[in-house]
């Protein structure tokens, strides 16, 4: 409940650990995004909790993919009232700083809930981590995790977008991004982009700890062109009785996405999501397509479903 949401933001600006400047290139995180961070590693200056509520670790996780529409997903669930959304980006599993912090600094960093609300956070860096399954599965052997892909070539297009928008922003040089695709002809496999479009590599680390019926798949591409269905899924999943409906959505025309209605408010993403992309060499997009097809059909595979990816 955005109720909830509204809480981080009375914390008291001070940031630990890495540089901003160091997160926005390092990882990628966009500006939003840090935002959020930096808010996670505020201190609490509220003074008392609304009665009845407690901080509880998360029943559910948005583990990733970065740029799947996590961010959507995310403030899309957030409308339900039996959800209470982490406002902030956690990254406690996938960094061993914050790792090593302990398990009572990531519950702090959880929202006031109600016992009837489930708590869920989201960290897209989860889904790529070595070390994420493993750590979420010694807190909550039986946690339910949420994965919102998209088309994996468009997500590396994504990823170069925002990173692209990032080095601008902190008066960086940038790259086109045929060059860093390609090195000498063939496909720059070093490029973090397209490592973290390699869902089936991903996916296996995960399977070695939780089965496949405790990750729900969301499709990312049906997310943006219609919410609700992905969303009904989602409720269902996470056992939510079905209180999001078609009201809580709209097209809005400027943004070229669905945007938000609920508690008698409207709003749209940041402006960072739903950039318009950069048009990219077509052969060079056909190679990345090829090179991804084979890692796609092995993901599809191990997840028993197929999707619409080209
Ligand atoms: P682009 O900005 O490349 O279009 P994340 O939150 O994980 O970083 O994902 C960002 C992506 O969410 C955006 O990528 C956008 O395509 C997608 N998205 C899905 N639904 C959206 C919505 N309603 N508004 C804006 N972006 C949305």
């Not at 914390?11 to 926005?24: K, M, R, Y």
């Not at 599965?137 to 070539?153: G, Y």
């Not at 002809?185 to 490029?191: C, K, S």
């Amino acid at each position: 409940m955005s109720y909830f949401l509204s809480f981080a933001f009375l914390f008291v600006v001070q940031i630990h650990g890495a540089p901003p400047e160091f997160l926005q290139e390092e990882f990628g995180i966009d500006p939003i995004e840090l935002d959020s961070i930096q808010a996670s590693n505020m201190s609490d200056v509220s003074t008392s909790p609304p009665p009845g509520t407690s901080k509880r670790a998360p029943q559910s996780i948005i583990i990733g993919v970065r740029k799947g529409g996590t961010r959507a997903l995310l403030e899309m669930l957030d409308i339900h009232p039996e959800v209470a959304a982490a406002a902030t980006e956690v990254h406690f599993f996938d960094w061993d700083e914050n790792y090593a912090k302990g398990f009572e600094w990531y519950r702090d960093l959880m929202p006031y809930s109600y016992p009837n609300q489930i708590t869920i956070e989201k960290t897209p860096g989860y889904f790529t981590s070595a070390l994420a399954p493993e750590r979420i599965c010694a807190m909550n052997s039986s946690i339910k995790l949420l994965l919102i892909l998209r088309d994996p070539t468009e997500r590396v297009i994504s990823d170069y977008t925002q990173v692209y928008f990032n080095r601008l922003e902190n008066h960086k040089p940038v790259q086109a991004i045929e060059n860093l695709l390609v090195r000498n002809g063939v496909l720059n496999m070093r490029y973090k982009a397209i490592q973290r479009s390699l869902y089936d590599v991903h996916i296996r680390n995960w399977l070695r700890h939780f089965p496949l019926e405790q990750i729900h798949i969301v499709d990312g591409d049906a997310l943006i062109q219609d919410p609700l269905p992905e969303l009904q899924k989602v409720e269902n999943f996470l056992n939510l009785p079905p209180r999001i409906v078609s009201s809580n959505f709209y097209f809005n025309q400027t943004k070229g996405f669905y945007c938000i209605r609920s508690d008698g408010r409207e709003r749209c993403l940041h402006e960072s999501k739903g950039r318009p992309h950069p048009a990219v060499n077509n052969s060079v997009l056909q190679q990345l397509r090829a090179f991804l097809r084979e890692h796609n059909r092995t993901f599809f595979r191990l997840v028993r479903r197929t999707f619409n990816w080209q």
